[in-house]
């Protein structure tokens, strides 16, 4: 079945929300220059008022290891995903300092690269047609990619339903698709649930 994120929260009243709706995961950016960007201190008042049913995944680029794996060691966040540059020899190191998950995102736009994706020694990637840009790339792309996957890019209520019947990704991630304004829209966060769990019926 497949698995909501809500990414980008930046206030309490977007966490009460999400706990009313119980997506799988949430999302705290802590990269320097997003306009979602939240403190460490921030993540962790947010993470407090989390329901414990919803993993909370910080969302980071090219950030220091040790600053990771403190955030993920501490509980302010249960998985990080890695949204930047970082390449096997960063995943390694922070591997050895954290035993918890790894999502590594990546950009497709050909089949050509999924092999390399294949490849990636974290725990889940994260597709996207740029990093954050709110696009939909071609997800016939995917038709054949096999290990487990987040599918973002462009994703909103009206289309969310027709990807995960095409591809049946692990989890759909949106952030500005669940916005108004540039900030988190409640209705649209209903929305977006009620058509993937429609769609998964």
């Known amino acids: 079945m497949t698995k909501i994120k809500f990414c980008g929260l930046m206030s309490l009243d977007d966490v009460y929300v999400a706990n009313e709706l119980l997506p799988e995961f949430v999302g ?74 790894l999502i590594k995102a990546v950009e497709v736009h050909s089949p050509e690269n999924l092999r390399a994706i294949e490849q990636i020694d974290s725990d889940y990637v994260l597709i996207d047609s ?19 996957y987040f599918l973002a890019g462009g994703l909103n209520p009206e289309n969310v339903s027709a990807a995960i019947k095409i591809l049946n990704p692990f989890a759909v991630d949106v952030s500005s698709g669940i916005e108004s304004n540039g900030r988190k829209d409640a209705a649209k966060m209903r929305e977006f649930v009620s058509a993937v769990r429609g769609a998964i019926l």
């Open 28 to 101: 705290f950016v802590f990269a320097a220059g997003s306009k979602r960007r939240v403190t460490p201190a921030q993540a962790e008042n947010f993470r407090d008022a989390l329901s414990k049913k919803i993993l909370a995944v910080g969302v980071f680029v090219d950030e220091k290891i040790s600053v990771v794996a403190e955030l993920l060691n501490a509980g302010t966040i249960d998985i990080a995903q890695l949204h930047g540059g970082e390449d096997a020899d960063y995943i390694s190191r922070l591997r050895a300092l954290t035993t918890k998950p």
């Open 130 to 148: 740029g990093k954050g840009s709110g696009n939909v790339f071609d997800w016939r792309i995917l038709k054949n990619f096999s290990r487990p």
